[in-house]
């Protein structure tokens, strides 16, 4: 799984992504409508123009409007749960040299463990190599 700075980044595309699929729609797929006395506009031919009727519009309109909110809570919530948020800077660099200090205690871990595998592999061999010789 992506880290939640990746996550984030992948939200905001596919938030962009669809901000582009709503305006495209609702730009081949409105009604011209009247403004104040003015004759209803005459659509001009457009091979990817056809209007929906009203309601369908209407709720496909809702649709898209659901779709972008539910996307900018989920950014919301992301950004909400990003490490260091709510925590000062001087927090933050405590936390990163009690991670250092973690992380070189567990690198001194792993190679004494690395020693000790290598010894006894050499026990091992020493064994292995008395008993072919008897």
């Given amino acids: 799984m992506a880290d939640r700075l990746t996550q ?20 081949s797929h409105h009604d011209y409508s ?6 209803k506009a005459t659509p001009v031919p457009e091979e990817d123009f056809t209007p929906d009727d009203p309601q369908t519009f209407a709720a496909a309109q809702r649709e ?3 779709d ?3 996307k900018e809570q989920q ?9 260091g948020i709510g925590t000062s800077e001087k927090e ?11 992380l070189r205690e567990a690198e001194k871990d792993r190679r004494e463990a690395v ?5 006894l592999v050499e026990r091992l061999d020493a064994v292995i190599a008395k008993v072919r010789r008897m």
């Fill in 8 to 27: 984030l980044q992948d939200c905001l595309d596919q938030l962009a992504t669809q901000f582009y699929a709503s305006i495209r729609y609702i730009s």
């Fill in 92 to 102: 933050q660099e405590e936390r990163v040299k009690v991670l250092e200090a973690e």
């Fill in 68 to 70: 972008l909110i539910l």
């Fill in 75 to 83: 950014i919301e919530y992301l950004i909400s749960v990003l490490p």
């Fill in 115 to 119: 020693e000790e595998k290598e010894r």
């Fill in 64 to 66: 898209l409007a659901r």
């Fill in 34 to 39: 009247p403004v104040g006395n003015e004759p």
